[in-house]
């Protein structure tokens, strides 16, 4: 028996060993499947017959052009962040700590536009807003206003979900006392409510950020005719001028853009992140009062009423259409069809189930992974190097967000023929689409279950050490039971994510083994009324199976709450 | 009460992920034989565009006649397609390629893409679309047009346009909408039909007369056709959209008798849809016994109804109702695909420059 501190200073290696895989293995998928593909990509566009060729760096960068593009790209994704938050923190008050009839229904209803495919949203958007539309007289057809609601609508979502799970479970004792002591309620807010959340905020505002700053679909069908961010102007390089040695530089600023976000947000977190007082199951809220609650109420009710209910409702009422104006469940009947004139090669019932096959498997490697990197992250080193260490895990694994589909999916390309030596074409085989999936859903699930995480307070866990529990008896007991309702969440928001990702997916779906995103923007793509109303009714389709499953996610966890 | 229905849905999720765990599975393990290097002599891989399609069992009496079954990658289309086969040219994706176009093409060729194939298989008929260099075997073609929607003009007394020219004509101010060249693939051949008719010098001058008639610029065809067109059901406040001469064909009225859009067929760009070997592919044999399938009488009589673009084959039975509502442009504007490959570039800089200041 060794004396209790010489075991401190040297943990048994058991340990050692599972922590090292606890963080070897999402290391090792992460950089199998995101960083050698991309530095691969990146690295081509930098070499020239087989030595280093920068020139193409003072190119880009002597283009005023690439300036206007890094502008606009902040821009967008400051303006999309900061609208976002603004409009979706009262949302997640109303939605998680307020009780009203029809909250349940409320949460899966702004979870839809999050996995709705961005180019039919981009179409019916614009159909309300362009000339001849029931919104044309707003006059922001074609403009930046435009694209930041649809940003809005995109990740409102995001803000409410992030916000609100950790919101839900926070200690209400804390305000009251400060109203108790005789704080206004809008002191008891920023004084104590709102550093309690900072940490749910930031991880939300970095999600929102990323998505902002890489939005695809929306930007091209809302924008003005020729607007450009680094991320559609790396697609227009590669696609249409070929040109890589561009596009490989401009993914390099992306990546700066992007690593100068995770490290802002980190900083903001750590300052911020303390054990925070958490119940242990979702706190019920207390009733919605509309007079007390006015603000939160009217802002929240604005946004789901007319920049989440209405372009959704628009899609639902067009998709029940035909062409002349009468009501048909017609479109709703074709998708049992290939479309007209044969537009698709597999039925959309097909890819339907194409994509619940892949997004069930993403969202289980999502979780695996991302659950194992919020474990790892949570945990508090004494030494600073241990703890500078984990916030970089952190924040490595939210690079997948801010990286261009473009990059990535011509990234597996050249990389994955045969990876490790395996006598598998990985890049034709199927495969890579559920992987593809889960390695943009990994950030979803570890921004999800870490604040949560983050939270438990680290004296439980020595309390629990001192009294004689096993490093396996501390997490069984301290942090799985906190943490098993965000995984509920976790494994809603992964399997979410991964319905709707089309960037990735796109460059690796076979025909046969079309997912529901890729066969709706195929049947946008083609004329005919019987093709435009069977994408809409398919992105209904792909919005209600959404749905369903976030509220099974979110029944899941309430229903666990009662064991705890 | 409570733990039976987490214990449920639990075991309900449990089984939704085995399910798909073993599909995934299943299919993978299929595909792995099927890529494997036994067996590999046996299929034959094409890599296409998501747009690909034949009849059913088309493709098994392939494999009944040549011994090869054939397995279908989509990574991509238009410039995608062909930049990602140059990423892979040393790894190719498959054996055979089918969808390059000649916007594309010649940059590929130039790149060593293809192991050079001209099935000798192609009719007489096709001979005019054989590209220079004869490293690649066409298959099928299509034009790019603007469509015009006639009940637009019949409601207002107008006679629709037909050239170029007209489009540029006060008659027809801020009725036309056409696609980004940057952003999208028929804005790309439009912009080449223009560089056609007007020559390398007087393109420019064409476009600053579309701007200052009004044309609006919209960034994807989807959102031109279906939002800014008036014809396509939407609110749209334009009759003129740039999209293809087979367009009209989807908007055929209930009764079949009549469409209400039409292609101005003095106004389009011929693309032509290739299909190669692939250099480096495992099955050189197979790949060229596809591209020979490709180019079969059965297949090209095949292609109007399942890819919507005409047969190349000039001889092949075309359906009814394309003479009457998607014929064929008489005598589009052409470019030289190499003079193509060489200024594309400069081309989409000098018409944004141009176009949207």
């Not at chain 1, 930031?202 to 939005?215: D, E």
């Not at chain 2, 011929?270 to 079969?296: C, H, I, K, M, T």
């Not at chain 2, 009589?301 to 064929?328: H, K, N, S």
Request: net charge negative.
């Amino acid at each position: 028996m060794r004396p209790a501190r010489a075991r401190r200073s040297r943990p048994p290696v058991a340990r050692v060993v599972l922590w090292g895989l606890a963080a070897g293995v999402p290391l090792a998928f992460l950089a199998i499947f995101f960083a050698w593909p991309v530095l691969a990509l990146v690295g081509r566009g930098f070499v020239t017959d087989g030595s280093l060729d920068l020139s193409g760096v003072a190119e880009v960068f002597g283009e005023s052009r690439t300036w206007r593009l890094l502008g606009i790209t902040l821009g967008q994704a400051v303006a999309g962040t900061v609208a976002s938050l603004v409009l979706g923190v009262p949302g997640a008050y109303v939605l998680y700590r307020c009780q009203f009839r029809g909250r349940t229904f409320l949460r899966g209803l702004v979870t839809v536009p999050f996995v709705l495919p961005t180019v039919v949203v981009g179409v019916a958007f614009r159909a309300l807003l362009a000339p001849g539309g029931p919104l044309a007289f707003l006059g922001i057809d074609q403009t930046f206003t435009a694209i930041v609601l649809a940003l809005v609508f995109f990740n409102y979502a995001v803000v409410v979900r992030t916000v609100g799970g950790l919101w839900e479970r926070l200690d209400p004792r804390a305000e009251q006392a400060a109203r108790a002591l005789g704080a206004s309620p809008a002191r008891a807010f920023r004084t104590v409510t709102l550093p309690a959340l900072t940490p749910a905020i930031t991880s939300a505002a970095s999600l929102v950020f990323l998505y902002c700053a890489t939005a695809f679909g929306t930007v091209l069908v809302l924008g003005p005719p020729g607007y450009g961010t680094i991320e559609t102007e790396i697609y227009v390089q590669t696609t249409q001028f070929l040109d890589l040695r561009s596009a490989a530089v401009l993914s390099v600023v992306q990546l700066v853009v992007v690593a100068g976000a995770l490290v802002t947000a980190d900083r903001t977190r750590a300052r911020r992140e303390n054990a925070l007082g958490l119940l242990p199951e979702a706190h019920g809220g207390r009733r919605l009062s509309l007079r007390a609650d006015a603000v939160p109420t009217a802002v929240t009710a604005a946004v789901v009423i007319l920049l989440l209910a209405l372009p959704v409702a628009t899609l639902v009422t067009r998709s029940l259409h035909a062409a002349d104006g009468t009501w048909t469940l017609d479109n709703y009947r074709n998708l049992a069809t290939t479309g007209g004139p044969n537009a698709l090669s597999v039925t959309v019932w097909e890819a339907a189930g194409n994509s619940l096959r892949a997004a069930a498997l993403a969202a289980l490697i999502a979780v695996v992974v991302g659950g194992l990197v919020a474990l790892v992250v949570s945990r508090r080193p004494r030494a600073r190097v241990g703890r500078r260490a984990l916030r970089a895990l952190d924040s490595v694994f939210m690079l997948p967000l801010g990286v261009s589909a473009v990059t990535v999916g011509f990234g597996f390309l050249i990389t994955l023929d045969r990876p490790l030596g395996l006598d598998v074409d990985l890049r034709t085989s199927g495969l890579l689409v559920p992987i593809a999936q889960a390695v943009v859903a990994i950030p979803l699930v570890v921004r999800v279950v870490l604040p949560v995480l983050r939270a438990i307070d680290p004296r439980l866990r020595e309390a629990a050490a001192t009294l004689g529990a096993g490093p396996g008896r501390v997490l069984a007991t301290v942090d799985l039971p906190v943490v098993l309702r965000p995984v509920g969440l976790a494994v809603g928001f992964a399997f979410a994510t991964s319905l709707g990702e089309f960037g990735a997916t796109s460059f690796l779906a076979r025909p046969d083994t079309a997912t529901l995103p890729v066969v709706i923007f195929r049947l946008i793509g083609k004329p005919g009324a019987e093709n435009y109303g069977m994408a809409l009714a398919a992105s209904v389709v792909l919005a209600l199976v959404t749905a369903t499953v976030m509220l099974l996610a979110e029944r899941l966890r309430g229903e666990s709450a009662g064991e705890l | 009460m409570r733990t039976t229905i987490t214990t449920r849905s639990v075991a309900a999720s449990g089984a939704v992920l085995a399910l798909a765990l073993t599909g995934c599975a299943s299919s993978d393990t299929g595909d792995a034989e099927g890529s494997s290097a036994e067996t590999g002599s046996s299929s034959v891989t094409l890599v296409t565009h998501d747009s690909f399609a034949l009849s059913d069992g088309l493709l098994d009496e392939f494999t009944a006649e040549s011994g090869y079954d054939v397995e279908l990658v989509a990574p991509g289309d238009g410039g995608t397609l062909v930049n990602q086969l140059i990423l892979t040219k040393d790894s190719p994706l498959g054996d055979a390629v089918f969808g390059v176009d000649n916007t594309y093409a010649s940059r590929a060729v130039d790149e060593g893409v293809f192991d050079p194939y001209l099935s000798s298989a192609l009719p007489e008929s096709a001979a005019a679309e054989v590209p220079a260099g004869e490293s690649l075997t066409p298959v099928d073609r299509g034009d790019v047009c603007i469509n015009a929607d006639l009940a637009w003009f019949e409601e207002n007394d107008l006679d629709a346009p037909t050239t170029l020219d007209d489009l540029a004509d006060p008659a027809y101010q801020d009725l036309l909408v056409v696609t980004n060249p940057a952003t999208s693939s028929p804005g790309l051949a439009f912009l080449l039909a223009t560089v056609g008719a007007k020559g390398e010098h007087g393109w420019t001058d064409y476009w600053t007369a579309l701007s200052e008639n009004g044309v609006k610029i919209a960034d994807g065809w989807e959102d031109a056709y279906y939002v800014d067109f008036t014809g396509a059901g939407g609110a749209g406040d334009r009759p003129l959209v740039l999209s293809y001469a087979t367009s009209p064909a989807f908007t055929v009225t209930e009764d079949g008798s009549e469409t209400t859009t039409t292609a101005l067929l003095d106004t389009c760009f011929r693309q032509v849809e290739y299909a190669g070997v692939l250099a480096g592919a495992e099955n050189p044999d197979g790949a060229r016994e596809l591209v020979d399938f490709l180019v079969s009488r059965t297949v090209q009589e095949d292609i109007p109804g399942q890819m919507y673009m005409y047969p190349v084959d000039g001889d092949a039975a075309l359906p009814d109702e394309w003479a009457q509502f998607a014929p064929l442009a008489d005598d589009p504007f052409d470019v030289d695909p190499a003079e193509i490959s060489a200024h594309r570039g400069d081309w989409i800089e000098t018409w944004t420059a141009t176009v949207l200041g």
